[in-house]
């Protein structure tokens, strides 16, 4: 008898801690920060915290283990995904996503300890491709397309530099029919114009 009242108990236990979704609204005066650690009702939170739009559909929902995040999601009124971010210890780790709408993505990447990892490339509401941001360790930093999926501006830099202070940079522009318009060699902020853009590290 007391094993069978011991495993209602643990089922119980187990169903709230699996469970433990807390609307921010109605509990937010029981929640505190200390030293970048979510406390709830004195210890550090596992579960999930939501708000609400007006029609009571999600808002956006934060996921934490030990009182550190470990995903934001924010949702649109109709309850469809328009944001989600992975994090650990706190900080952007893992994938990033934001949305137009259902199922028309505007952006993606991912972060490993709240630095970019890896490309960066945001979208026309079409489908094609807007910007690819590169990592620091790439020697491309950045490229443009139109709208119709042409090249429109590329700019490289020496790996482990970025456009703002690197030593030099090139940078090529094209028109919409993918037509090269200019090419040219910054140094120290002295550019010559109409050359080709070859590193040699």
Known sequence: MKF????????????V????????????EYFEYRNEILY???????????ER?????????????????ELFKSFFE????????????????GLWEEYYSPNKLKAKGRYKNDKQSGVIT??????NVMTKLYPENDDIFLEEYFENGNLKHKIYTPPGQDMYDARFMA??????????????????????????????Y
């Open 78 to 93: 109709d309850g469809s995904l328009h944001i989600n971010q992975g994090f650990k210890d706190g900080k952007k780790h």
């Open 171 to 200: 940078d090529e522009t094209y028109n919409i029919n993918g037509d090269t318009i200019n090419k040219e060699i910054c140094m120290y902020a002295e550019c010559v114009f109409d050359v080709p853009v070859i590193f040699n």
């Open 53 to 69: 739009w007006d029609n009571k559909i999600i808002s956006n929902s934060k996921k934490y283990s030990e009182g550190k995040l």
């Open 122 to 127: 945001e979208y026309f509401e079409n489908g």
């Open 4 to 15: 069978h009242y011991y495993l209602i108990f643990l089922t119980g236990f187990l169903s």
């Open 17 to 28: 801690s699996c469970n433990n979704q807390i609307d921010l609204e109605k509990e937010e």
């Open 40 to 50: 709830y009702k004195g210890t550090p939170f596992n579960g999930e915290t939501i």
